[in-house]
């Protein structure tokens, strides 16, 4: 076997959080080494999961707003229509993002090697390329970052034809008739709104009482409301008993309280699990967790203090923002440089349609915490720019403390949703006051207008509850 190869750090994983923790490190003058298993970089992100999926929602908004656009005429999706004219531009932004990072990974002098990675020790890597050479790696600091696939439990028999996964959903030739989806999580919420809108029946089943049990329940709300209204079915508090092809047409999944949802095809959403089995973490002294998850501290360092974990390697949510701060943050960590405090204002953006986005504490936390926090709402039907853009089903919530003085956080869902939310980030990391939203001159008309109706909103409870003590 060949003499390791001394690198200061090595990454295994070029998902976004590898990329971010590869960079950090060369930027800090680091030799640094990336090992990647695919052949291109971005991992699931790019190639099975944010970028195609994202594509797919784009394309359905702009086919809702060709709808929209005109009375004149009709506007409507042919029968049995190609997948692949709805992902028309995919290639086109995989094949930038991917010489984006090729770029970007040269510029920066970091090692990139494909190959299959696994621990010898604590200390040393072995790569297994694809024409079956092997290569040792040594480091003074290790990054895992391998990402993660979909969960498929054994008692759903996923053919990837009929009964799909999310990374083979978007390989179908044909838009179906109709689609069921199993799991009420991020990745089953946001392909049912996507498929719902463009025109396939969507029967969405879900165990719990609703979907996304993490998120503000007057964002869920909306939602669900949303995707009813586009002719989707939520089927809550539902077990799945079997899933079977029926050798035909169709995919007959039987529910515990004895129903039968048929469907032209069926999705698997019922989360992720980290890609760990080629690891050999032993090795290196590390363990999983009952989630099947590394364990880490804040600043992504595993028991082994000179390996770090970051990305769905550590566990939800599964964001790429979430994982890409982490890999930044684990190797300033390794190096001794500040860290800071972002992952406490780490935005949450769900791409349904209409999208969510949360950041820090939203009603309900508020309230375990406070008791009694006012909560100020601006609907997008009172904000202008929702009106011209016909995004009037929308809804911005900022919460404060009791007396209204501080921001605590904010939850939104609608348009630009996701856009939103980063002005609530900054003003929760510069500790802003509620006062500060009502001086401040937004532009007109903008959907950030928003943030002064909510914050009037809070002032206006704080009056009226002065008014009334007074009396």
């Not at 083979?168 to 030739?173: G, K, T």
């Amino acid at each position: 076997m060949s003499t390791p190869t001394p690198f200061d750090i090595v990454i295994i994983g070029a998902g976004p959080a590898g990329q971010k923790a590869a960079i950090q490190g060369a930027k800090a003058g680091k030799r640094v080494a990336l090992i990647e298993r695919e052949r291109g970089i971005g991992g699931s992100c790019v190639y099975r999961g944010t970028i195609p999926s994202k594509t797919l929602r784009e394309s359905a908004l702009h086919i809702n707003r060709l709808r929209r656009a005109s009375e004149a005429f009709e506007f409507r999706i042919k029968p049995d229509a190609e997948i692949a004219a709805l992902l028309s531009r995919l290639e086109e932004v995989v094949t930038a993002h991917d010489t984006y990072m090729s770029k970007q990974l040269r510029r920066n002098g970091i090692s990139l090697f494909h190959g299959r990675a696994r621990f010898l020790n604590d200390r040393t890597v072995e790569m297994q390329a694809v024409d079956g050479a092997r290569q040792l790696f040594t480091a003074d600091v290790f990054v895992i970052a391998t990402g993660s696939r979909p969960r498929n439990p054994s008692e759903i028999p996923v053919d990837h034809e009929h009964i799909l996964d999310s990374d083979s959903l978007l390989s179908m030739l044909y838009l179906p008739k109709s689609l069921a989806i199993i799991g009420g999580g991020v990745i089953g919420c946001e392909y049912a709104s996507i498929f719902a809108l463009l025109g396939v029946d969507v029967t969405l089943i879900d165990r719990a009482a609703s979907p996304m049990q993490f998120m503000d329940q007057e964002l869920v709300a909306q939602f669900v409301a949303g995707f009813e209204e586009r002719g989707g079915h939520y089927l809550s508090k539902q077990t799945v008993q079997s899933v079977q092809w029926d050798g035909a047409t169709q995919v007959v999944t039987l529910l515990g309280d004895g129903q039968i949802v048929r469907s032209d095809k069926l999705l698997v959403a019922l989360g992720r699990q980290a890609n760990v089995e080629d690891l050999n973490l032993e090795a290196a002294g590390l363990q999983l967790n009952v989630k099947g998850s590394l364990s880490v501290n804040q600043f992504c360092q595993t028991e082994v203090p000179h390996i770090y974990a970051a990305g769905d390697m550590v566990g939800a949510p599964a964001l790429a923002s979430k994982a890409m701060e982490q890999g930044r943050r684990a190797v300033r960590h390794a190096l001794n440089l500040p860290v800071g405090d972002a992952t406490s204002t780490i935005p949450l953006g769900i791409y349904t349609i209409p999208e969510m986005a949360s950041i820090g504490l939203d009603e309900a936390a508020a309230k375990e915490r406070y008791r009694h926090p006012l909560v100020g709402r601006a609907r997008f039907e009172e904000i202008a720019r929702a009106q011209i853009a016909g995004g009037t089903d929308g809804l911005l919530k900022m919460v404060a403390d009791p007396a209204g003085e501080r921001l605590l956080g904010v939850q939104a869902v609608g348009e630009s949703a996701t856009e939103l939310i980063h002005l609530g980030q900054m003003a929760l990391q510069q500790g802003a006051t509620i006062e500060s939203f009502v001086d401040n001159v937004f532009n007109f008309p903008t959907y950030a207008e928003a943030y002064r109706v909510a914050a009037l909103d809070i002032l206006g409870q704080v009056s009226t509850r002065t008014s009334a003590q007074a009396a």
